[in-house]
C-alpha cells in the first residue's frame, strides 16, 4: 500500500507578527523617555523616516544607484588604491589624517568647555595646557577661521572612521552629563523600536506577510498574533489602525486561496475591550454541562465563522490573564480546544499609565504576616517597566489550571453566571468544572535572562527540583487546604526564575506549551533547550517560534532558522516545529 503523501505545512512559525505601524499607539517610548523626547519620537515619526529611507528615490540608501556616486566611487578607489601602492605615501596619509583628527578633537572639546557643558575643572585645565603647547610649536592653528574649524571637524565625523570613534571615546569619559543618556535597558528598547519601522511603515499586513514568507521553504505554516494595544495609554490610535481594520486584513489574508492551510491567526484578546466599533466584542450564556454558548458577538464572527484558530493576550498591556471577563472565554476555549498564546518576557511593550490602586497587591496569592497569617500579596514595585511584570508573571496561569486557586477567582466573581458555568458551591467543595484542559502557550518561554538565572541558581531548593524531579519540577500546590500553600507560592512568585517556574508547569499540566520566539536569536540558550527537549514530556510541549519582525534588531528570520537547523537533531527539528505544533493548533 502506497503510503499517504505529508500534508503541508511541512513546519510551522507558531509565534509571528505582521502588525503595521498604523496598530501603534504613537508614543510607546513613554516611560522609556522623559516629555518632551517620547513624543518627537513618536511612532508616525519613526516610520515616515523608514519609508523615506529604504522606499524615497531621495534616501542616501538610494545614491549607490546613482551614476554621479559610481563616478566618484571609482575616483576615490583610485585614490585609496594609488595611496596604499606606497608605503611612503601611506605614511604622509596618515600623518594628515592624525592632524587633521586631532585638530577635529581639539575644536569640539574648546566648544564644548566654552558652553554650559563643562568637564571637571582638572580637565578643562588640561584641555588649555596642551592647546597652549602645541599653538606655541605651531602645531594647532587655534585662530582659525570657524568655517575651516567646522569643516575639519564634519571631515573627521565623515570620512575618518578612527576620529569619528576618538570624539565619541573623549565625550564619554570626559562630561558626567554624558551619564543622563539613556541606559543600557533603554537603548536596547530603543534599537527594538526604531527597528519596527523596517517592516511596519507598509499600510497593509499583507505586504507584511510576503517579507515574512519568502524568508522560509514552500509549505511552511505561520501562526500570526495580531495586537490589540488600544488600553495601553500611550496615545491614540489613528482611524486606519483601529483594531477592527487590523483584524479585517488577517481575514482577508486567511481567506486567500493560497495561503488558507498555511496561515493560522489568532484573535486578540484584550480584557478592557468590550466593543469593536458597534459590535459587542463578547458575549455568552452558560449552556448545558458548564459550556459556554457564543452569543452574536465579534469573538463568535472571527473565531466560528472566519475559522480563526486561537486567542493572542498580552497582559503586560494591563491586566491579569485571570481578569474575570476572561473566565468564561477561557471555559470555550478550554471546551473546544482553543490555543491560547500569551506573552512572557520582561518585554519593551507594556503599559504606559500611572499605576493603580488595586494593582498594589495581587489578587489571588498571599503573603504571610506571621505564624499562620497571611494577606495580600504586596506588589511594591512603581515603575512601570518594573510593575508590568506583575501581570506578565507565569505564576498567574496556575491561577487558571489549577481548581483550588481557580476557585476562589470564581468566588469572587460579580456575575453570577461565572460561578453558574463552573459549578461554584462553596468554598470547601472542588467546583464541578474547571480549566484543566487549558491549551496554553508560555510565549518566548520565560526570556532567555530567566533562562541565565537557572544556571546560576545552583543552590536553590526549588529550582534543584528540575533534577531531582525530573518528571514533576517544583511542587506548587500541597495536599489540604489552599491555605497550606501561600508561602510556597510567595517564595516562587517572588525569588524562582520563570524558565524553573514554565518547566514545572508543562510537566505537571498537560496542555500547557511554550515557544522559543525571540529568545532564539540568543545562541546560548541552545545547550538548555537541547537539555529540556531530552526530557520526554518537554519535547513535546516546546514550540518553534521567531517573533518576526520584533526580533530582527538582532537577527534575520533565515539566520536564525539556519542556526537552528545546524544546532538541533531532526527529530528535535520535527518534534518542535512540525508534530508539536500541529497538537497545538489540531490540525
Known amino acids: 500500500m502506497t503510503p499517504k503523501p505529508v500534508q503541508p505545512p511541512y513546519f510551522i512559525n507558531c509565534h509571528t507578527h505582521i502588525f503595521t505601524g498604523a496598530n501603534i499607539p504613537p508614543y510607546i517610548a513613554k516611560t522609556f523617555l522623559p516629555w518632551p523626547f517620547y513624543k518627537l519620537l513618536s511612532i508616525p515619526f519613526i516610520l515616515s523616516l523608514c519609508k523615506f529611507w529604504y522606499v524615497s528615490d531621495k534616501s542616501p540608501r538610494q545614491w549607490k544607484h546613482k551614476w554621479w ?272 498564546l500569551t506573552h512572557c518576557i520582561r518585554g519593551t511593550i507594556f503599559f504606559r499609565g500611572i499605576k493603580k490602586k488595586e494593582w498594589g497587591e495581587h489578587p489571588v496569592f498571599k503573603q504571610a504576616d506571621g505564624l499562620k497569617k497571611y494577606s495580600p500579596l504586596l506588589l511594591p514595585e512603581l515603575k512601570n517597566i518594573d510593575f508590568i511584570n506583575n501581570f506578565t508573571h507565569p505564576l498567574n496561569y496556575l491561577c487558571l489550571v489549577e481548581e483550588k486557586l481557580l476557585r476562589l477567582l470564581v468566588a469572587n466573581a460579580k456575575d453570577d453566571r461565572v460561578k453558574t458555568l463552573f459549578g461554584y458551591n462553596s468554598p470547601e467543595l472542588e467546583m464541578t468544572y474547571n480549566l484543566k484542559n487549558l491549551k496554553l502557550c508560555f510565549g518566548h518561554f520565560g526570556g532567555e535572562d530567566e533562562w541565565l538565572k537557572y544556571f546560576e541558581k545552583d543552590r536553590d531548593a526549588f529550582t534543584s527540583k528540575l533534577v531531582t524531579q525530573p518528571g514533576q519540577g517544583i511542587n506548587f500546590i500541597k495536599t489540604g487546604d489552599i491555605a497550606n500553600s501561600f508561602g510556597t507560592l510567595e517564595l516562587v512568585w517572588k525569588n524562582v526564575d520563570w524558565y524553573s517556574i514554565i518547566r514545572s508547569m508543562m510537566l505537571q499540566y498537560d496542555n500547557l506549551y511554550a515557544d522559543i520566539s525571540y529568545i532564539l536569536h540568543d545562541e546560548h540558550i541552545i545547550p538548555l533547550l537541547k537539555q529540556t527537549l531530552s526530557n520526554p514530556k518537554l519535547k513535546e510541549r516546546v514550540l518553534f517560534g521567531t517573533d518576526f519582525y520584533v526580533v530582527r534588531n538582532h537577527k534575520s528570520e533565515k539566520e536564525m532558522l539556519a542556526n537552528l537547523q545546524a544546532a538541533l537533531t531532526q527529530t528535535e527539528l520535527y518534534f518542535i516545529g512540525r508534530k508539536n505544533p500541529k497538537e497545538f493548533l489540531n490540525l
Not at 168 to 196: C, H
Not at 224 to 252: C, H, R, S, W
Open 69 to 340: 556616486y559610481k563616478k566618484l566611487q571609482r575616483i576615490f578607489y583610485g585614490y585609496r588604491s594609488f595611496v596604499r601602492r606606497y608605503v611612503v605615501l601611506s605614511l604622509l596619509v596618515a600623518l594628515v589624517n592624525l592632524i587633521i583628527v586631532y585638530h577635529a578633537v581639539l575644536y569640539f572639546l574648546i566648544w564644548m568647555n566654552g558652553f554650559f557643558i563643562k568637564p571637571q575643572e582638572n580637565v578643562a585645565n588640561s584641555i588649555t595646557d596642551i592647546t597652549d603647547w602645541l599653538t606655541k610649536h605651531q602645531l594647532f592653528f587655534a585662530t582659525a577661521p570657524v568655517w575651516l574649524k567646522v569643516a575639519v571637524f564634519l571631515f573627521t565625523l565623515v570620512c575618518i572612521a578612527n576620529g569619528r570613534k576618538l570624539i565619541w571615546f573623549v565625550l564619554k569619559k570626559m562630561w558626567g552629563f554624558l551619564s543622563l543618556l539613556p541606559d543600557k535597558k533603554t537603548l536596547q528598547f530603543l534599537a527594538r523600536y526604531i527597528n519596527i519601522g523596517r517592516f511596519a511603515y507598509y499600510k497593509n499586513q499583507g505586504r507584511i506577510f510576503v517579507k515574512l514568507k519568502d524568508q522560509y521553504p514552500n509549505g511552511t505554516g505561520f501562526v500570526i498574533l495580531p495586537m490589540d494595544m488600544e488600553f495601553m495609554e500611550a496615545g491614540t490610535l489613528n482611524a486606519a489602525g483601529n483594531y477592527k481594520i487590523q483584524m479585517e486584513q488577517l481575514a482577508v489574508i486567511k481567506a486567500n486561496k493560497k495561503y488558507k492551510e498555511l496561515v493560522f491567526p489568532f484573535v486578540a484578546v484584550d480584557a478592557r475591550r468590550k466593543f469593536v466599533e458597534q459590535q459587542i466584542f463578547f458575549d455568552w450564556q452558560p449552556g448545558p454541562n458548564g459550556t459556554v454558548i457564543l452569543k452574536d458577538c465579534f469573538i463568535k464572527t472571527y473565531i466560528e465563522d472566519k475559522k480563526f484558530s486561537g486567542f493572542k493576550i498580552y497582559p503586560a498591556l494591563g491586566y491579569y490573564p485571570f481578569d474575570e471577563v476572561l473566565l468564561p472565554l477561557w471555559k470555550y476555549a478550554a471546551d473546544n480546544q482553543l490555543p491560547i
